[in-house]
C-alpha cells in the first residue's frame, strides 16, 4: 500500500468559498493508503509547496494529491515540487476541485461532497500510478516558415539572425505578401514599400534563409524538435541564374491577364514579374494563362529570351526538409467580392475594395499614384467609404471586426484629400474603434485636418445613375436620409483566412476557430502557440491584425520556435499509450483513430511511437478488447476511480 | 435459383481438387426440420448438403473457432476454409476481413443468393402450419415458400413466414463470394428500419418498461456472445475475470481484477452487458440475428443492434460489412460528420 499525502488548497475562497475544505481535509484522512491530509490558503504559493514538501519528508510519502486548480494550471507545479522532495514526479496528481466543482456549484454541501469524491478518485488513481521518466527526444535545430508576408518575413528574420536556418516557403511568385501592395501605411504615413523592401531584401540576402516561392507545402509528418516536410516547388519556368530582366520576354508574349498585384485594375502578361521589388527578382511563366508549352503553341518567349533561360522543361520538384518547429503566417484575403454584390462591387468599375485604393494611391500603382476612376480616369470628386463591409455582420456575414477598417479608411479619406484638395470623403461607419499609439489622434486629423465627413450608418443601396454612383444611406445621428452622388466608392471589406488556410491546417494538425482563422492554444497566455506542440502562429492567419501586431506576434512566434530550437534535446510526457500484445488482434481500429499517427501495425500487433503518442487516450477507449492503455491512466484505475466517485 | 445440385458440384470440385482443407455447410438433422451445420472433408460428403429457406444459421462464426485451433497447432494446414454464405453472412466475412481477424485467403466463399426472399423463422411457421409436421420448406421462383407436410404441398407467402431480420434485408445476395449460386436479385425494402421506429416513438418511460421487462428475462447464458460471429475476443469485458490472464501477467496483475460488469443476472447487470455488448457491435452488426434466434428467453436483442445501425446510417452515412477495406466505424471520422449532438 501507498503512503499517500493529501493537500486542499483553499485558492483564497476561490474553492474554501464553496467548499467545506476542512471537512475534506478530514474526510481524506480516512480514506485508506492516506496517511497525510491537510489544507492551506494557497498551496501554490511558495510556503504552500514547502508544506507539502515537509509532509513528504516528515512522513515519508511516496505519492502526493493535490486538491487544486486544473492541471493545466498547477500539476507542473506541483510536480516540481514533489520531485524536489525526491518523489518521482508522476506520483503527484491533482484533483480539481476549482474548475469543476467549487466555481460551478453554489451549494456547499453538495460541492463539499462532489470535493471528497473528486479527491478521493484521484487518490485511488495515485495508488496504482507508475513513477515514469521522461522520453527524451534529440532536436533538428532549424525553423520552417510558411507565408511570405510581413509576419512571416518577420519571423524568418528574427529566427535567422539568432542563428537558426530558415526555410521560408511562400505560394505566389515574390514574398511580401499584402503589405508589399499597400501604399502608405497608419498612423505615420510611411510608404508601405520603403519600410517593407530592405526586410525583403534581407531576407534574399541572408545566409541562414532558404526562401522557396512558388511552393506549397504537401505533407507534414513528425512531431515537435523532429518535423519532417515535404515541400512543392512549382516549375517557374524561368532559370533566375540566367535571367537578366531584360524585359524582352514580356513584350512579346500575346497573353493579358488580370495583375494580381495591382487587383486586376491593370493587366500583366503570362511570363511576368510580380512587381519590380520582387524577391526574388525574377520571371515567372503562370502555366494557367500561358497558351501552351510547346514552341508549336507560342514559344515567342523563349524565342527572344537570349540568354535562354526560359525552360518549358521544367518540371515541378519536391523539396523535403527536416526542421524542429514551425511557424505558420499564411495571412489573410478579403471577403469575396461575389459575396458583397449588394454593394455593386464587381458590377460598377468605380466601386473599390480597400486594396484596391491602395493601388491607386500607391506610386508603384496602375496610375502612378494618381487617384483616377477605373471606369473613365477621371479625377473623383465625392468618394464615399463604406466601413464594416462584411464585418459585424453575424446574419449575413462574417460576425467579428475586421479591426483594421477604421484606420485604413481614415487613412484613405487623408491620402485622398492630399491628392485631390478639393474633393470630399464621405465615411459610412457603425462606430470608430482606434485603440493603439496614434491611432485615436490620427483618426481626429482625418477629420479635422482633411475634412473627412463622417456619418453614422449603413448604406442601404448603391447603384449606377448617370455617371455617378448613387449611394443611399442614413444617417443614424441626425436622423436623416443621405443621398450622394458619388464618383466612386470605396469598400472597407472583412478580412477572411487565406485561401488554402484549412487545407494547410489540416495538414499540419492546426485546428481552426469558428471563422475559419488558426486557433491559439490559450487566448491570453499562449496566443502565438497553436494546440499543436512545435507549430506557432504569426500574423492575420490567427486574426485581423494591422502591421504592428503582425509584426509583433510575428517576433514572439520566433522567440517561441527559438525556445525549442535553442535546446539539445526536449522531453516528452511519458504519459503514453501501452499495448497489451496478447490482447490485441491487430484490427487496427487504434491505428485509424489516433489523431497524431502515433500507432502502426506492425507483425499484425499495434505498436506506439511513444515519441508522437500525446497520451489523449482515443486508442484506449476505441480498442474493443482493451489492449491498450495509458500509462497511469489504465482500465484500473478508471475503474477504481470510478468506485470513488460513487461512494464506494 | 439456386441449385442445389452445382452447390454440391462445386463443393466436390473444390475439395477433389485439394483447394479447401474442408467445407462448411449446411446439413439435414436427425430430428426436425432445421438444418445443422456439415463439416465436409471427402468429396463423396457432398451429398448431405443442402440448401433451402431453414438455412438461418449463420456459419461465419465457425472460423473464429477455426482460427483459434488453428494458432495453437504447430504446423497449420494453411489451405482455406471452404464456407457457404447467405447476403447477411457474407457481410459477417467483410468485417472479420476489415478487422484483419482473417485473411481473404483463408476463406473459399460458396455464395448462395437467398431469391428475392430470405430465411424463414421456424416460430413463425410452426405457428403458421398449426402443428402439422414440416417435411421440407423450398424456394419457389416468386415470393412463396413451397411447405411439404404429410398432408402434401402448400403455398404459403414468403413475408408471412421470413425471419424479422429477413423482412429488413439490405442485400440478399453475397456482397462478397468466390463462387456466387442463384441470382443477384435485390428486394427493395420500403423502410429498412420500420421495426425499430416502431421502439422510437415510445416515450422514455414506455422504453424503459419494455426493455426493463425484456431484459430482466436475461439469465446471461450468452448464446447470444458465442453465436455472434463479432463476439471473437479472446476475453471478453463482460466475464469478471476481466482482462487475459497470459504468460505475462504478473501475480499482482491477477489480483487486480476488475468487474465491470456482476455475473448475477439482476436488471443492473444485464443491462450493462446488453449495452456494452450492443456498443462494441455498432458499426460491426451486420444483423444476422443470430442472437436474437439463439436467445432462449426470446428478447428482441436486434432492436439494439438495429438502433445503432440506423444511427450509424443517418449521421455518418456508414453501412457495415459492405467494404472491407474502408476503417471502421468508430475508428473514424470526416470533416462532414455531424457535431449538433454534442453538448
Excluded at chain 1, 85 to 93: D, L, R, Y
Excluded at chain 1, 149 to 162: K, P, T, V, Y
Aim: hydrophobic fraction near 35%.
Amino acid at each position: 500500500m501507498k503512503r499517500t499525502g493529501v493537500f486542499i488548497c483553499h485558492c483564497g475562497i476561490n474553492i474554501a468559498g464553496t467548499v467545506d475544505v476542512k471537512k475534506v481535509a478530514k474526510e481524506l484522512s480516512n480514506h485508506t493508503g492516506v496517511v497525510h491530509s491537510e489544507e492551506y490558503i494557497y498551496m501554490c504559493s511558495d510556503p504552500g509547496q514547502n508544506l507539502i514538501i515537509e509532509a513528504i519528508k516528515e512522513n515519508q510519502l511516496d505519492s502526493v494529491v493535490v486538491a487544486c486548480c486544473s492541471p493545466t494550471l498547477h500539476e507542473t507545479t506541483f510536480r516540481n515540487t514533489v520531485k524536489s522532495a525526491g518523489i518521482n514526479p508522476f506520483q503527484c496528481e491533482i484533483a480539481n476541485i476549482r474548475e469543476q466543482c467549487s466555481w460551478v456549484h453554489k451549494d456547499m454541501e453538495k460541492a463539499t461532497e462532489k470535493a471528497i469524491k473528486l479527491t478521493k478518485s484521484a487518490v485511488e488513481r495515485v495508488h496504482r500510478n507508475e513513477s515514469l521518466d521522461p522520453i527524451s527526444i534529440p532536436v533538428t535545430r532549424r525553423a520552417l516558415v510558411v507565408g511570405g508576408g510581413i509576419a512571416g518575413i518577420q519571423s524568418a528574420l528574427d529566427l535567422a539572425n539568432s542563428g537558426y536556418e530558415v526555410i521560408l516557403v511562400e505560394r505566389s511568385p515574390s514574398i511580401g505578401g499584402h503589405m508589399i501592395q499597400l501604399s502608405e501605411t497608419f498612423p505615420t504615413l510611411d510608404c508601405s514599400q520603403c519600410i517593407l523592401t530592405p526586410k525583403m531584401v534581407e531576407v534574399s540576402k541572408h545566409p541562414k534563409i532558404k526562401l522557396l516561392t512558388y511552393s506549397e507545402i504537401q505533407d507534414i509528418s513528425g512531431y515537435v524538435g523532429n518535423f519532417k516536410v515535404k515541400i512543392l516547388k512549382k516549375p517557374t519556368y524561368v532559370d533566375p541564374d540566367k535571367c537578366t530582366l531584360c524585359d524582352e520576354c514580356t513584350k512579346v508574349c500575346p497573353v493579358v491577364v488580370p495583375n494580381e498585384f495591382d487587383l486586376g485594375l491593370t493587366g500583366r502578361r503570362a511570363v511576368y514579374m510580380p512587381f519590380p521589388q520582387a524577391i526574388p527578382a525574377t520571371y515567372t511563366l503562370d502555366i494557367k494563362s500561358c497558351p501552351g508549352l510547346l514552341p508549336i503553341a507560342c514559344g515567342k518567349c523563349a524565342d527572344v529570351c537570349e540568354p535562354e533561360a526560359i525552360d518549358y522543361d521544367m518540371k515541378p520538384e519536391i523539396v523535403e526538409e527536416e526542421v524542429g518547429a514551425i511557424i505558420v503566417a499564411t495571412g489573410f484575403d478579403l471577403y469575396d467580392k461575389e459575396l458583397m454584390a449588394e454593394y455593386g462591387h464587381g458590377k460598377y468599375a468605380d466601386v473599390l475594395d480597400g486594396l484596391q485604393f491602395e493601388r491607386l494611391c500607391s506610386a508603384s500603382g496602375p496610375t502612378t499614384g494618381k487617384i483616377l476612376r477605373p471606369s473613365d480616369h477621371k479625377e473623383p470628386k465625392e468618394v464615399v467609404f463604406i466601413q464594416c463591409v462584411g464585418s459585424r455582420d453575424p446574419e449575413l456575414h462574417c460576425a467579428y471586426c475586421s479591426k483594421i477598417c477604421c484606420m485604413y479608411t481614415a487613412k484613405h479619406a487623408m491620402l485622398y484629400k492630399h491628392h485631390v484638395p478639393d474633393g470630399q470623403a464621405y465615411i459610412f461607419y457603425i462606430d470608430i474603434r482606434s485603440g493603439g499609439k496614434g491611432y485615436e489622434e490620427f483618426v481626429q486629423r482625418a477629420v479635422e485636418e482633411d475634412g473627412a465627413l463622417y456619418l453614422r450608418g449603413k448604406v442601404s443601396k448603391i447603384f449606377e445613375d448617370k455617371g455617378k454612383i448613387k449611394v443611399w444611406g442614413v444617417d443614424t445621428l441626425s436622423g436623416k436620409d443621405i443621398e450622394i452622388d458619388a464618383d466612386m466608392v470605396v469598400l472597407a471589406t472583412a478580412m477572411r483566412p487565406s485561401e488554402g488556410a484549412e487545407e494547410l491546417a489540416k495538414k499540419l494538425k492546426i485546428a481552426l476557430d469558428k471563422d475559419g482563422f488558426l486557433s491559439e492554444a490559450h487566448p491570453k497566455l499562449r496566443p502565438v502557440e497553436s494546440v499543436t506542440p512545435g507549430m506557432f502562429l504569426a500574423g492575420a492567419a490567427q486574426a485581423p491584425k494591422d502591421i504592428p501586431e503582425a509584426v509583433a506576434q510575428a517576433s514572439g512566434a520566433a522567440a517561441k520556435a527559438i525556445a525549442i530550437l535553442s535546446q539539445e534535446r526536449l522531453f516528452h510526457a511519458p504519459t503514453v499509450a501501452k499495448v497489451n500484445v496478447n490482447l490485441c488482434t491487430g484490427c487496427g481500429m487504434c491505428v485509424h483513430v489516433c489523431p497524431y499517427d502515433s500507432l502502426s501495425l506492425k507483425d499484425g500487433k499495434a505498436e506506439v511511437n511513444e515519441v508522437l503518442c500525446e497520451g489523449c487516450g482515443t486508442c484506449s477507449a476505441t480498442c474493443l478488447r482493451a489492449a491498450i492503455e495509458v500509462k497511469n491512466l489504465t482500465p484500473l484505475q478508471v475503474n477504481e476511480m470510478i468506485g470513488a466517485s460513487l461512494g464506494g | 435459383m439456386v441449385s442445389l445440385e452445382d452447390l454440391k458440384k462445386e463443393a466436390k470440385q473444390i475439395l477433389k481438387e485439394n483447394k479447401v482443407k474442408y467445407i462448411i455447410g449446411y446439413k439435414k438433422s436427425t430430428n426436425g426440420l432445421m438444418p445443422v451445420p456439415a463439416f465436409i472433408k471427402e468429396p463423396e460428403e457432398v451429398e448431405k448438403l443442402v440448401w433451402d429457406p431453414t438455412c438461418v444459421f449463420n456459419l461465419t462464426r465457425y472460423l473464429v473457432d477455426e482460427k483459434r485451433r488453428k494458432t495453437k497447432e504447430k504446423e497449420p494446414d494453411e489451405r482455406p476454409v471452404g464456407l457457404v454464405v447467405k447476403g447477411c453472412d457474407s457481410r459477417a466475412i467483410n468485417i472479420l476481413l476489415q478487422e484483419k481477424f482473417i485473411n481473404r485467403e483463408d476463406v473459399y466463399l460458396l455464395g448462395v443468393s437467398c431469391e428475392n426472399t430470405g430465411v424463414l423463422d421456424e416460430k413463425k411457421l410452426t405457428k403458421k402450419i398449426k402443428g402439422e409436421k414440416v417435411k421440407k420448406v423450398e424456394f419457389d421462383e416468386k415470393d412463396n415458400f413451397i411447405i411439404t407436410t404429410q398432408e402434401g404441398k402448400t403455398k404459403i407467402p414468403a413475408k408471412e413466414i421470413l425471419a424479422n431480420r429477413c423482412l429488413e434485408c439490405k442485400a440478399n445476395f453475397p456482397v462478397i463470394y468466390d463462387v456466387l449460386l442463384g441470382e443477384k436479385a435485390k428486394r427493395s425494402i420500403d423502410n429498412p428500419f420500420e421495426s425499430i421506429e416502431k421502439i422510437e416513438s415510445l416515450s422514455t418511460e414506455e422504453r424503459w418498461t419494455f426493455w426493463k421487462k425484456q431484459l430482466d428475462k436475461c439469465i446471461r447464458c450468452y448464446a447470444c456472445r458465442s453465436v455472434c460471429p463479432m463476439c471473437y475476443c479472446d476475453e471478453c469485458v463482460a466475464d469478471t475475470i476481466s482482462f487475459a490472464v497470459t504468460a505475462d501477467t504478473t501475480a499482482e496483475e491477477k489480483a487486480q481484477k476488475i468487474k465491470w460488469v456482476e455475473k448475477s443476472p439482476v436488471s443492473s447487470e444485464n443491462f450493462i452487458y446488453h449495452m456494452v455488448r450492443a456498443i462494441h457491435l455498432a458499426g460491426r452488426c451486420i444483423d444476422c440475428g443470430e442472437c436474437e434466434r439463439a436467445c432462449p428467453l426470446d428478447i428482441p436483442l436486434r432492436f439494439l443492434n438495429r438502433k445503432l445501425e440506423k444511427e450509424a446510417k443517418e449521421l455518418f452515412g456508414f453501412e457495415a460489412g459492405f467494404d472491407p477495406d474502408q476503417p471502421s466505424l468508430i475508428s473514424c471520422f470526416k470533416d462532414e460528420d455531424p457535431e449538433d449532438f454534442i453538448r
